[in-house]
C-alpha cells in the first residue's frame, strides 16, 4: 500500500493524489505536508472520500485543511518549538468495517498525534473502538448519542448528541409553527435506520411526548433507499402537520422531491447532514426554498470567520467544515497548552480546559468545554431555512438571522 504526499510545491497533485484514492480499492492514505520544514506534528484526518457520504467528507476535510494552514501560516505550536501541522488523511469510505480497519492501518502506519473524523456516526463509532484500545484521542462532530455513551476516555464530541438535537429539532418546530399562529397536533417522523437517524428519532419522540403531540407516522427505512413512495403516500394518508425527516443527501432529495412533486406543501424540518449542505439546493432548486433543518451550528453565526472557507473553496461553510475546523483548532489549542505530544498529556488538557477564541467562537457556545464522557457541555443546536439558496438560522431567538416562514 503506497503512500500519495501532497505538496504545495512539487510532488503528486491534490487533483491526481484524490482522484487516486477515489479510485483506488486499496484506500492509499494521503500525507498532506503543508510546506513542512523541520519539526511536524502529524495529525490523522479519516473521512468518506468515496460512497454515498464522500461530499461530506470532502467538506470536512476541506474545513480541516483550513485550519491546519492557519495554525502553520501562524507559526505552527509555539510551545513546540514551531512543529507544524501534517494532516495525514486516509478515505474510510462509506462503510464501518472499512473505516476501523483504515483506522487501524492508519495507526500502525503513522505517528499521529490524534484523528479528527469521520462524520457518520456509524463511521465514527468503528473507529473510535480502534482509537480508544490504542490510547489515541478522536475528536469528532458526530451526533450519535452512542459515541460519548460508552465510557470511552478519549472520544471528544465538540457537538451537541443526536437525541439533543432531536429534541430541539421538535421544540423549535412547535416554536417557530407557534409564531405563525399554528398550534401543532400531529407529526409525522422518518428516519434512516442508521446510528444517526434513531438517536435522533428517539429525541423527537422524547419532544413530542413532552409537548403532548400526536406522532402519526414513525417510520424507519434504509440508508440508500431506492423508492420513497411507500413513505410519502403514508405521510400523506396520516393526517400530519409537519414532517421530520432525518436522512442524508441521496435519500433527503429523494423525500423532498417526491413530497413536492406531490403537492403535500406542509413543513419539512430536516435532521441536519443532507438538508444543510449546498448538493441539497442544487440537487432540488426550487423545491428547496423554505425547507427547515436542526443544526448543531451555522455559518452565519460569525461570518467573518466562515467567509474564509468560501473564498477558499467557493461554497458557504456547511455544518462539517464549520465543526470539523472547530475540532482542528481545538486540537491545535490542546497541543499548545499540553506542550507535549504524548496521548495521555493531550487527554488530560482536552478534558480539563475550557477552549475559548478561534473557531470556537463559530459554536453556539462560544467556545468548547467537554464533560468526563468527552461531549462539548456548551453545544446548543439551531434552526435553519433554506432562503435563496442560503441557510438563514431562525431559531432560537438568541442567535436568529432571519424570521421562518412557515407554510400551512
Not at 410519502?232 to 425527516?245: D, E, T, Y
Not at 413530497?259 to 432548486?285: H, S, W
Not at 467544515?321 to 499548545?336: K, N, S
Request: aromatic share 6%.
Amino acid at each position: 500500500m503506497s503512500k500519495i504526499e501532497i505538496r504545495t510545491t512539487a510532488g503528486v497533485t491534490r487533483r491526481r493524489a484524490l482522484s487516486l484514492a477515489a479510485a483506488g480499492v486499496a484506500m492509499p492514505f494521503v500525507l498532506r505536508d503543508a510546506r513542512a520544514q523541520g519539526k511536524a506534528v502529524n495529525v490523522g484526518v479519516i473521512v468518506p472520500l468515496s460512497g454515498a457520504n464522500a461530499q461530506f467528507g470532502i467538506n470536512s476535510r476541506n474545513g480541516i485543511e483550513l485550519v491546519a494552514d492557519e495554525i502553520n501560516a501562524a507559526g505552527g505550536i509555539k510551545s513546540l518549538g514551531g512543529a507544524r501541522i501534517n494532516l495525514v488523511v486516509a478515505d474510510s469510505t462509506s462503510t464501518p468495517t472499512t473505516a476501523a480497519n483504515v483506522a487501524q492501518r492508519l495507526l500502525t502506519q503513522n505517528d499521529v498525534v490524534a484523528i479528527l473524523g469521520a462524520f457518520a456516526s456509524s463511521l465514527t463509532i468503528a473507529i473510535s473502538e480502534v482509537t480508544e484500545r490504542r490510547g489515541v484521542p478522536l475528536l469528532t462532530m458526530s451526533f450519535s448519542d452512542q459515541i460519548t455513551g460508552r465510557g470511552f476516555e478519549n472520544i471528544f464530541q465538540v457537538v451537541a448528541k443526536a437525541s439533543v438535537l432531536g429534541k430541539a429539532q421538535f421544540d423549535g418546530t412547535v416554536a417557530l409553527a407557534a409564531a405563525a399562529g399554528q398550534k401543532l397536533e400531529k407529526v409525522a417522523i422518518m428516519y434512516e435506520d442508521t446510528a444517526y437517524g434513531t438517536s435522533q428519532a428517539t429525541g423527537l419522540r422524547d419532544g413530542a411526548k413532552a409537548a403532548g403531540v400526536q406522532v402519526v407516522m414513525d417510520d424507519a427505512y434504509p440508508l440508500g433507499i431506492t423508492d420513497v413512495t411507500p413513505l410519502i403516500n403514508k405521510l400523506r394518508a396520516s393526517g400530519a402537520q409537519a414532517v421530520f425527516p432525518v436522512s442524508y443527501l441521496n435519500d433527503s432529495l429523494q423525500i423532498i422531491r417526491a413530497m413536492r412533486q406531490q403537492k403535500i406543501t406542509i413543513p419539512a424540518i430536516g435532521g441536519a447532514a443532507g438538508y444543510v449542505i449546498p448538493d441539497f439546493e442544487k440537487g432540488l432548486g426550487e423545491f428547496a426554498e423554505g425547507v427547515l433543518s436542526i443544526s448543531p451550528a451555522n455559518y452565519d453565526l460569525d461570518t467573518a470567520l466562515t467567509e474564509r472557507f468560501r473564498k477558499r473553496f467557493g461554497y458557504f461553510m456547511v455544518h462539517e467544515a464549520l465543526e470539523h475546523a472547530v475540532c482542528m483548532d481545538v486540537l491545535g489549542q490542546a497541543l499548545e497548552k499540553a506542550k507535549s505530544t504524548q496521548p495521555d498529556a493531550l487527554r488530560k488538557v482536552l478534558h480539563d480546559t475550557r477552549f475559548e477564541g478561534g473557531w470556537t467562537r463559530t459554536m453556539t457556545g462560544g467556545a468548547v468545554q467537554f464533560d468526563k464522557a468527552g461531549l462539548n457541555t456548551l453545544s446548543s443546536p439551531v434552526m435553519v431555512q433554506w432562503r435563496n439558496k442560503e441557510l438563514v438560522t431562525v431559531w432560537p431567538s438568541e442567535f436568529a438571522k432571519g424570521k421562518a416562514v412557515w407554510a400551512s
